[in-house]
């Protein structure tokens, strides 16, 4: 982290952002020039819709035409980044503290350690290849949860060497990093002409999965995705939405719309094109198993009385009579309370594992809304949220 302590007032001096996507200076020069045909292609094409209430519901819009889909892209990818983005790097320290509006744990899988039988290069086939990555939501995830800390900013360096600080204040600052898969000669649509439309449509899809990624609150925040289900190719990878406006819909409905709306795509390139909106309709996975939320405060009260049983019987067994010389009407109650007690703490037990197994939950539509932080020049607030305090639900 750059060690360049700014205020923030200092921040108004700084040239306003475009409406437009931006830049890095440290993009490739044939990258750049790929992304700004992209967007031209974009801004060319006379969007065909065909289910219009499926497009309006997903991405939030009455009419679905171009430059309201253009629009729409604008206000969630603001800032592109080279490959060698180092958010750590590039980051600054402002004097102001970031405020959240809710401090919500995103709703997050856990990681989960990889089968030892799953062949070596199955494991790295299924890690995938880094295509696009919203850093700007991760990093304001990142400082959202490092309490304590600091408001941070990114610099960023425009194509013309313009330098700009965006303070870290919500998932849409909308800087997006280029992965190594982004223009990956073999991941494109049509490897023979790598100027074809459809590699430029494929290209577009991507930047607005990552567009979504900038939505959400809460538990919601930046549409995270989650585990894929059992069964599923990526079964136990992050590379499923458990919702029904994430981006992976939201990449597929924008391709199923380019290969409807593209003049010059073959019929081998609109083929290839559905299968790949057909892979990002198959990460939107339904219904769900997950643990259930609200049998957690019952949980809670059960584990006290284990508890409390369990001590209960250790110390009965630590004192256990001795037939010889104690009453042997005393043996027979202590044997007989003591495995009443067992008993009872094996019932606890059975009614514990059933409360924690998950059940099934449908996907439901998230609030798309996106949570807008704000950096306050103030002193360090006596009742910051503990970590004890947060909300799960
Ligand atoms: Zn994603």
């Known amino acids: 982290m750059k060690k360049m302590t700014k205020a923030l007032s200092a921040l108004f001096m700084l040239p306003l952002a475009a409406s437009a996507m931006e830049f890095s200076a440290k993009l490739p020069e044939n990258q750049l020039q790929y992304m700004k045909s992209d967007l031209d292609l974009l801004q060319n094409t006379n969007l065909v819709v065909r289910d219009a209430e499926e497009f309006g519901k997903v991405f ?7 430059p309201m889909i253009q629009k729409w892209l604008e206000e ?5 980044v080279a490959e060698e983005f180092d958010y750590k790097k590039d980051t600054v320290e402002l004097s102001g503290r970031l405020i959240a509006p809710n401090y919500v744990f995103p709703q997050m899988d856990p990681v989960k350690p990889k089968p030892a039988d799953d062949k070596e290069e199955e494991q790295a086939a299924k890690k995938g290849i880094t295509v696009m990555a919203n850093m700007g939501a991760f990093v304001y995830l990142l400082n ?3 309490f304590g800390s ?18 870290i204040d919500s998932p849409r600052i ?3 990093q280029v992965g190594e898969g982004h223009f990956m000669e073999r991941l494109q649509i049509n490897k023979e002409n790598l100027d074809a ?7 577009l899809a991507t930047l607005f999965h990552e567009g979504r990624h900038s939505d959400g609150n809460g538990k919601g925040l930046s549409f995270l995705h989650g585990n894929c289900p059992l069964g599923h190719y990526f079964e136990g990878v992050p590379a499923c939405d458990k919702n029904l406006n994430g981006p992976y ?7 199923k719309t380019f290969v409807d709306s593209c003049e010059d795509c073959s019929d081998v390139e609109k083929e290839k094109m559905r299968l790949r909106f057909l892979d990002s309709y198959g990460r939107v996975v339904s219904t769900y198993e997950a643990f259930n939320e609200k049998n957690s405060q019952k949980i809670r009260m059960l584990e006290v009385r284990r508890q409390l049983l369990k001590t209960q019987i250790d110390s009965m067994k630590k004192r256990s009579p001795n037939p010889v010389l104690d009453n042997p009407m005393r043996v027979d109650a202590h044997s007989v309370f003591l495995k009443q007690y067992e008993t009872q703490l094996t019932d606890l037990d059975a009614e514990i594992a059933e409360l924690e197994k998950p059940v099934e939950f449908q996907s439901q539509d998230w609030d798309a809304e996106p949570e807008i932080g704000m950096i306050r020049e103030s002193e360090p607030a006596q009742n910051e949220p503990e970590a004890e305090t947060l909300e799960y639900d």
Do not use: W
Request: aromatic share 8%; hydrophobic share 40%; charged share 20%.
């Open 249 to 255: 819909t939201v990449g597929a409905i924008i391709l």
């Open 174 to 176: 909308g800087l997006v």
């Open 76 to 80: 969630r990818v603001k800032y592109i």
């Open 197 to 203: 439309s459809a590699n430029g449509y494929q290209r």
């Open 144 to 146: 959202k949860f490092s």
């Open 60 to 66: 939030g819009l009455e009419n679905a035409n171009t």
């Open 150 to 167: 600091g408001a941070k900013a990114l610099v960023f360096e425009n194509e013309s060497g313009e330098e700009s600080l965006i303070p």
